[in-house]
């Protein structure tokens, strides 16, 4: 996971999900107890997800940039 998290810092990867080993399993246990659920349930049902922003960070400079001169 760390050598995906890397990539993603370097701008070699857009992003990284990472599901747990146990993930559909708990997934269903999840839905099926819901307020009940155990939190090994709930940690193990949760999806992980790294992302390259800068390109998003960029986007919305530029966005913001036109806003303004369009006054």
Do not use: C, P, W
């Not at 370097?10 to 307020?35: C, I, P, Y």
């Amino acid at each position: 996971m760390e050598t995906a998290k890397q990539s993603v810092k370097k701008g070699a990867t857009t992003g990284v999900l990472h599901f747990h080993r146990n993930f559909s399993r708990q997934l269903q246990l999840r839905l099926d107890e819901g307020m009940d659920a155990s939190n090994t349930t709930i940690e193990e049902s949760d999806l992980r997800v790294h992302l390259d922003m800068s390109s998003m960070l960029a986007h919305m400079n530029i966005y913001k940039y036109k806003a303004l001169n369009l006054k």
